[in-house]
Structures are given as C-alpha cells and as structure tokens.
C-alpha cells in the first residue's frame, strides 16, 4: 500500500456535526448568569429569525421535530377535527411522521411513494380519502420537495389541510416557494442531524396566526391565557392581556389537551447561533450535495441517487443511494463495506405500515393494519436504500475517498 493509500484508509465521512457558534457559546453563558433558561427572550429570537427564514408570518418553537408535527396535527382539532379522524401520510419516512398522527389522536393512512422521488406518489392519494380525512402530511424526503401542486390542489379539491413534514428540509424550494410554507403548516427538526440545530428541538411554520396561537398553547399543556410573545417568550414581562377583568390570572386555564413540549434557551442559543452561519452551512452542504450527484452516475445502474428537477432546490440533508434491482450484493454488503471503509451510513427507513412491527401490530381505533406488499416502492426502498452525511464537516477530500471505496467495492463484485 502506497503513502497516500495509507492516509486515505484514515479519512472517515461521519454521519452529522453540529455547529455551535462563539455567537452561541456568549448566549449561553448569559444564560448562565441570569438564569433564564426555560422558554425565553431567546426562543422568541429563534422563531422570529425562522419564520423570516422560510418566509412564514409566525414559527413556533418546541421541543423536537416530532413534537413539531404532533403539535401542527393537534391544532386541527380547532378547525373541528375529532379523534379517530384520519390523516393521508407516505408509507416511506422517519418513523416519527406515523408516530405523530398517532399521538396526536389520529389514525394514519398510507400511500405508496415513488420510488425515483422517495416522496408520496400523488396519483395515489385520492383512493385514500374517506369522509374520516381531514389533512394530507406529505414529507419532503431527504431534502427533495414533495410534488406539491398535486398535493395542494387535490386538498383544495376536498377540503382538506396539509401539514408539511419539512424535517429534513431545510433550505429546500419547490417552484420558488420554501419547504414548510406552502401548506397551511410546516414542521421542521432542528434535531443534530439537521441543517439548522438547536441540538434537540422542533418548530412550527404557518402564515395563519390562529394556528400559530393554538400551537403555543399545545407545546404548554393546552393553555387558555394570553398567547401573545410577550407573555409566551419573555420571563417576568407583565402583559395587560394575562389578567381577565376579574384579575384572574388566566395563564392557568386549559382550553385544549395539550403537550410538554417547550424548546428551553439553551437550545434557542445554539439555534440563533446556528442560524447566523446558515447561508455558509447551506451552501457548503449544496456543494457537497452537487458534488456526489455528479460523480455517483458512474455506479448506475446497481446503485442509484435521486436527480435534482429544474423547478426544485434540494435541502442538502443527506446523499441518498438506492440498490438497482440487479446489483448482485445487498444493502447490508455494501453498508457494512462503507462503514468499515469509509462512511457511516443509516438505512433510509422503510416502509411503516409493513416493516415496522410497532405499526404491524398496532390496534388503533380503527386502524386498519397492512399487509407485506401494500407498499412495494416503500418496501423496495427499506430494503435497498442508505443514506450517508453531506453535512458542512465534509470536504472533497473526504467525498473523493467515499466514491473511491465505492469504485473499489464495486471492483472487488466484479463490476
Ligand atoms: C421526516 C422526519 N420527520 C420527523 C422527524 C422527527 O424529528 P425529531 O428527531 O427532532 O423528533 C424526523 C427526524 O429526523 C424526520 O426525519
């Protein structure tokens, strides 16, 4: 083995990093000092800053992606949704999208996606709706937005809300248009592995502000009171809306069932930080995301990516890669071959209704269970698909030596 072999066999592409900025670190110690550390001055700073960011009038900040899509779920229960209710989602996403509808008092329905796209296949959606639906939750797959004209106008059609599972689209736009501002609502992580971070947390993107009102008061158990910033972001700030005229304090009446779900000030400091550098974190993941869809085309066709459209921006959240039917190896075989190599990798989840049990074996209020083979694009993918990281730690060099172990994998089946 050559000199420059020997170096290259030490580069690894880790999964994910997190950037926690001297911006974030001067916060933080402010915090310390003052002791403000639950839902503040600085999760208000975090909202507005996101909420500018995608282009929405209101964010609302809690405490994990899931909760973000719990939560946007929970406020249809104000625009006269009842519990059993259904709501369309794909069979293909992190297992937090399902789990969502189900914490939230919903029963989930499943569509097939496609598989070139990883997002629900449109043309599939109408079969699914029953007087039961009350919302469609597309999810904006690994970065790449969902076919939303389809979906908005099949909504519209029937009167149904949409909520956007953006949780790995950060930075993504459909025809112009931001990732988690064209629905009624969006729901985004800002989990580690996501491009804007809090190191844990989640937050709600909507234009309507009733919405936004009723998200504030499910992330804090239901709250009836004053919803207003003030009395929501800032400790100790008196607001004259707080008090009824009778001089109860309303803050503890409960108007709906809420949550515990609250992003606390440590978490907003690291996402105000974060989202100083985030046209650098963009871009650097952009250039890595660019770089491995033009050099991945060589492996085709027994391992595949998805293709950037022209209408479409994708959030560079993580390089995905599919087996082609005819690759004569498995998933697991080349997985195992990046991560003692080179990579880390994740599988890029499966379907939920049929190869997850926790959804196998669920007994919902009317949950009707599936069976293998409902979902076969889904299931293809949970069999086949891994994703590796794109994140801004990474460089060519790094991206170079993942294409390089690749070529050798593929050399050494012969191909
Ligand atoms: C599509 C999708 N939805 C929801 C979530 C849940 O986010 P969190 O892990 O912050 O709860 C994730 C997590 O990465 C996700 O990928």
Redesign the pocket.
């Given at each position: 083995m050559g000199i420059e072999e020997k170096v290259m066999e030490k580069i690894k592409v880790p999964f994910g990093t997190i950037e926690i900025t001297p911006k974030a670190k001067r916060l933080i110690r402010e915090i310390l000092k003052t002791k403000n550390v639950s839902q503040g001055k600085y999760v208000g700073q975090f909202e507005k800053r996101f909420a500018e960011l995608v282009g929405v009038k209101e964010a609302v900040a809690v405490s994990?992606?899931?909760?973000a899509?719990t939560i946007a779920l929970a406020v249809l229960y104000d625009c006269g949704a009842e519990r059993g209710d259904e709501i369309i989602v794909p069979a293909l996403?992190?297992v937090?999208?399902a789990n969502a509808v189900v914490h939230a008092g919903f029963n989930p329905v499943f569509v097939d996606i496609k598989r070139d796209t990883y997002n629900i296949n449109p043309e599939l959606i109408e079969d699914k709706i029953t007087r039961k639906t009350r919302a469609i939750m597309p999810?904006h797959?690994m970065g790449k937005p969902a076919e939303m004209d389809a979906i908005l106008d099949i909504a519209k059609w029937h009167n149904l809300y949409v909520i956007e599972?953006a949780?790995?689209a950060h930075g993504a736009k459909y025809k112009g248009r931001n990732a988690g501002s064209m629905g009624d609502m969006g729901a985004f992580?800002?989990?580690i592995?996501?491009i804007i971070t809090t190191g844990?947390?989640?937050i709600i993107t909507t234009n309507n502000e009733h919405f936004a009102e009723a998200a504030r008061s499910l992330r804090a158990h239901g709250r009836e009171g004053c919803l207003c910033k003030k009395c929501q972001n800032i400790p100790g700030e008196k607001c004259h809306k707080r008090f009824s005229e009778e001089g109860e304090d309303e803050r503890f009446y409960f108007d709906r069932i809420g949550y515990s779900s609250k992003m606390n000030e440590f978490e907003a400091a690291v996402g105000v930080g974060a989202l100083e550098s985030y046209d650098k974190i963009l871009s650097k993941r952009r250039k890595n995301l660019a770089y491995l869809l033009g050099n991945f085309r060589r492996f085709e066709p027994f391992l595949r990516t998805f293709y950037e459209e022209s209408h479409e921006t994708i959030g560079p959240h993580a390089f995905p890669i599919l087996l082609g039917e005819k690759a004569p190896f498995s998933r697991d075989e080349y997985s195992r071959f990046l991560n003692d190599n080179c990579a880390d990798t994740r599988d890029t989840f499966a379907s939920i209704p049929t190869q997850y049990k926790s959804f196998i074996n669920f007994k919902g209020n009317g949950y009707q269970n599936k069976k293998l083979g409902d979902f076969p694009n889904a299931e293809y993918v949970g069999d086949n698909g891994l994703h590796i990281g794109v994140h801004q730690g990474l460089h060519k060099k790094e991206l170079d030596h993942f294409l390089s172990v690749t070529e050798r994998f593929m050399k050494e089946k012969g191909l």
């Open positions: 994990s992606g899931a909760d899509d996403s992190f937090a999208t999810v797959l599972d949780a790995e992580s800002t989990y592995a996501h844990e947390g989640g």
